[in-house]
């Protein structure tokens, strides 16, 4: 047995080692082949044995030793029978080639070599991914018996050579080189399946993600882009060739009206801590090329071992079905319009007639008792039509309500007695005497109480028992109304009746929605509408069979009011004493009939048809010794207002009184007038019992 044989078979097979992982990382890394792959695996390993056959270890100038058994065994073993066959046809010419005494041993080496990896690789199909390190190098020892067998091709000197010197380090070597070449080439196999699989996920993961009709990215733990699709690429105005790598913040933004951006302490928060977060509602997204939308987004972490790896955020353009429903919502307004204005014009032409046909009856009766019966019967219509108007009013944008700190209890009990008249109900009244005084507006509240309290009545048609009462709360104890914390008086209105449905239930506080056949659809509306003006809330309890509960939540005063009403003589006919009034309204019916009931008051009155009339009035006399009042309507069409007439009659004689009156304004003049320079305001329409004392506290001051 010779050293030098060990060291030169050593050495070739490290030089084929050496190729091995030469080949690995090429086809790694180049060689995408799928048809013509064999033919170039096998054109390669051909080209990677002639390289071994050049370097040989020499027993003899015509007998050389190489690892060519190795390379074309495994060639058969791995790569099948085309590859094995081109590099089988490539190594034979060479040897033939390079001739010599031992061509023959040569090439029935490679033949017989290559036979048995292509029958081992046949043998071992259905167990493949199982080949052990064990069967590797027992394969190698049957290549290089096979081997020893070819050997005895060789000369006679040459082979007993070959079996007294360097049999023993073939056998030792080649199985070792072998089962390391195996190994080496059964993980290249698993690395190119692995990939193949993840190819072919990747692949399913893009026709997926494309098919979609959210726009989903995909970020690395540095927020940078990993994935992006079609419709996250229309939405950001970035290819995923652009957008690939970069800061997601660099690419699209989402922005808040209330909060300005929040796309980077989002995904923040995601990665940090590894949750989800939706952000708000109609958010903004705003492109690289600054194209702006209406989204809907979440952002989510991607786990990978319960460790935040990267976050994924999922978008949804809401720029189209906000323009559909924004069309939806103004054809259903315009629907509810036509609703209304027939329910509308339904109640005030009865209420109207009511009022014309007893006027009217008035008129043609020359007995004082029936013509006052009937004057007092279209008094009490028109109450009726004043308490409608209000519902309108309430339910807009405007009638802001004229809170101040009262005892609610009397409006309460008067309302709701009121609303009983006439019905087969009876109706319990349970007000405690240490109710808290709270800030409202009495009419508003009035008008509540008279709509549940009806309500109630309504769903008890065969009569029954109405049950109001009031108990002071915090809203601490009713976090699902959301309101402010603090105090709270709270009145309940329960009925006996039959409850409300699922179904209507879910529209109840909808504008225009009744289930009477009679009725506009506005009290409840206007009775929700009422309560968030007054930082209050409406709430309900029902259950079929069994009846319903509404409860209004009204502020408590912190302070009480210190009010003491007082009942003034309304029949006083001589009130006024003389004392000069203004009244400035653009419309002269108006102007006469105030003019009439404070004339019979005892007022002079002048009268003025807008501002600038009533400042030229109030001029003729000198500070001080002039009018009592002047009543100044807000709003004169093509005219000075009561608002710009105030401050220059202010400036002028800040002595004289000054009286806001409207029908209905936006403006918070008529809930706090002396912020505008007036003393105080009354709403129209009012009754002469009304305007007489709202004058009783101006005259007694």
């Not at 290559?114 to 390190?133: H, Q």
């Not at 072919?200 to 540095?222: C, G, R």
């Not at 054809?331 to 329910?343: D, F, Q, R």
């Not at 007000?431 to 009806?454: C, K, M, S, T, Y």
Request: proline letters at 3%; one cysteine or more.
């Amino acid at each position: 047995m010779s050293t030098q044989a060990f060291a030169g078979l050593i050495g070739n097979a490290s030089i084929l080692l050496m190729l091995g992982l030469i080949y690995d990382f090429i086809y790694e890394k180049t060689f995408r082949w799928k048809k013509t792959a064999p033919f170039v695996t096998g054109v390669i390993i051909g080209f990677i044995g002639i390289i071994v056959m050049t370097a040989p270890w020499r027993m003899s100038q015509d007998v050389i030793f190489d690892t060519r058994s190795i390379l074309l065994s495994t060639t058969g073993l791995f790569f099948g029978s085309i590859a094995t066959l081109i590099a089988v046809l490539m190594t034979s010419l060479y040897r033939l080639y390079l001739g010599g005494a031992g061509y023959i041993a040569g090439i029935l080496t490679i033949t017989t070599s290559a036979a048995i990896g292509l029958v081992w690789r046949w043998f071992s199909k259905k167990r493949f991914s199982e080949i052990s390190l064990k069967e590797l190098y027992l394969f190698g020892i049957v290549v290089h018996i096979d081997m020893f067998l070819c050997m005895l091709a060789l000369p006679a000197q040459a082979r007993g050579n070959f079996f007294s010197e360097i049999a023993v380090p073939v056998i030792i070597i080649y199985p070792v080189a072998s089962m390391l070449m195996g190994k080496m080439l059964f993980n290249q196999r698993e690395r190119a399946s692995d990939k193949k699989a993840i190819e072919s996920e990747k692949e399913m993961l893009s026709v997926t993600l494309n098919s979609i009709d959210d726009a989903v990215i995909a970020t690395d733990i540095q927020g940078r882009i990993t994935v992006i699709n079609k419709v996250a690429e229309r939405l950001s105005g970035c290819t995923e060739g652009r957008a690939s790598g970069r800061l997601l913040t660099d690419v699209i933004n989402i922005v808040d009206e209330k909060d300005g951006s929040l796309l980077k302490s989002s995904m923040d928060k995601v990665i940090k801590n590894g949750v989800t977060i939706d952000l708000p509602e109609r958010s903004i997204l705003v492109s690289i090329i600054g194209t702006r939308c209406v989204v809907e987004a979440v952002i989510s972490p991607i786990k990978d071992n319960d460790l935040t790896s990267g976050a994924v955020i999922v978008l949804r353009d809401m720029t189209e079905k906000n323009r559909l429903s924004e069309k939806l919502r103004n054809t259903e307004k315009l629907e509810s319009l036509g609703i209304m204005a027939g329910g509308i014009a339904h109640d005030f032409n009865n209420l109207l007639s009511g009022i014309y046909g007893n006027i009217e009856l008035a008129m043609i009766k020359s007995d004082p008792s029936e013509i006052r019966l009937h004057l007092q019967n279209a008094v009490n219509v028109f109450a009726r039509t004043q308490g409608l108007t209000r519902q309108l009013i309430t339910f807009s944008k405007g009638g802001a309500p004229d809170l101040k700190a009262d005892d609610i209890r009397s409006v309460v009990k008067d309302s709701a007695l009121f609303a009983m008249s006439g019905s087969n109900s009876k109706c319990e009244i349970d007000l405690p005497d240490d109710l808290w005084e709270a800030r409202f507006d009495r009419n508003q509240i009035g008008d509540v109480i008279h709509n549940l309290v009806l309500n109630a009545v309504q769903a008890m048609p065969d009569g029954g028992t109405v049950k109001v009462s009031g108990q002071n709360t915090m809203a601490e104890k009713y976090p699902a109304l959301k309101l402010t914390p603090g105090r709270y008086v709270k009145i309940s209105v329960r009925d006996s009746g039959t409850g409300i449905s699922k179904e209507d239930l879910a529209k109840i506080f909808d504008p225009f929605f009744t289930t009477k056949k009679t009725g506009s659809g506005l009290g409840l509306p206007s009775c929700f509408s009422v309560m968030k003006r007054h930082n209050g809330a409406i709430d309900i309890e029902t259950e079929a069979g069994s009846g319903s509960t509404f409860s209004i939540f009204i502020p408590a005063a912190r302070e009480k009011s210190g009010v003491v009403r007082e009942k003034t003589g309304v029949h006083r006919i001589n009130m006024g004493n003389g004392r000069k009034i203004v009244i400035m309204d653009d419309e002269h019916f108006v102007r006469d009939i105030l003019g009439t009931i404070l004339v019979e008051s005892g007022f002079s009155v002048d009268k003025a048809k807008d501002g600038a009339e009533a400042i030229q009035l109030v001029r003729k006399f000198k500070k001080g010794s002039g009018y009592f009042a002047c009543f100044l309507d807000l709003t004169v069409p093509g005219g000075m207002g009561g608002v710009e007439a105030a401050k220059i009659i202010k400036d002028y004689d800040p002595d004289i009184h000054l009286f806001a009156f409207s029908g209905y304004s936006e403006d918070e003049v008529m809930t706090d007038p002396l912020k505008f320079g007036f003393s105080g305001s009354i709403r129209k329409p009012f009754k002469i019992s009304e305007l007489k004392d709202f004058l009783s506290i101006y005259i007694k001051n």
